[in-house]
């Protein structure tokens, strides 16, 4: 093909695409984008809420409430939780710090009832030191009867490790186990233990 033969058709064929409208891509592509954008939210905005409600039915399973809940909380908790003759209940159990502050249901008496379990493992831990029978023995009784403690089997508001290490804790009481007892109190009683002076 000469070269004037392709300057002519390649003027037709400019002249010929420049009369030939575009196609209308835009409103599919609009569209396409739009689809892609609510299968996106369909699927985002479910799994932030099944997110969501799982981060606070695992932070309080049972609701939150304000500070006078929790204060009633931990005085009705205390006036049925037993603890050794002679102890009483750390400073922090007396009310909420932070009165603006939401508290899960429950804390209350967890934290009451978590006390106590240590109150009574100081005791049953000092009483075997001493070598007192009847306080080994009372302190034995006491966290036996800890071990139906809503703390302490309730699924919702303690995981398995933990129950079954307050279990385990409890067994190595009843067995005389001073060493893992004393291991507990140093680990996880740190507000009951060591006790004051003079107890």
Partial sequence: MSPRARARLDTRLTSALERVP???????????????????????????????????????????????????????????????????????????????????????????????????????????ERGDAARVSAAVSALDLARSWESFTDPLTSDQGFRDNIQSRIDAAERGEAETVLFELETNCTGTWPPASGN
């Fill in 22 to 128: 575009a196609p209308r891509r835009r409103f599919g592509l609009r569209l396409t984008r739009t689809l892609l954008l609510v299968a996106l939210l369909m699927i985002l905005v479910p799994s932030i809420f099944v997110v969501g409600a799982g981060i606070f039915s695992t932070e309080a399973p049972y609701g939150m409430g304000n500070a006078g809940a929790y204060d009633a909380e931990l005085a009705a908790a205390k006036a049925v939780t037993p603890i050794p003759p002679g102890a009483t209940w750390p400073p922090y159990l007396e009310r909420a710090e932070d009165r603006s502050a939401s508290y899960g249901t429950g804390l209350g008496q967890s934290m009451v009832e978590m006390n106590a379990y240590c109150l009574w493992l100081g005791e049953w831990y000092q009483a075997q």
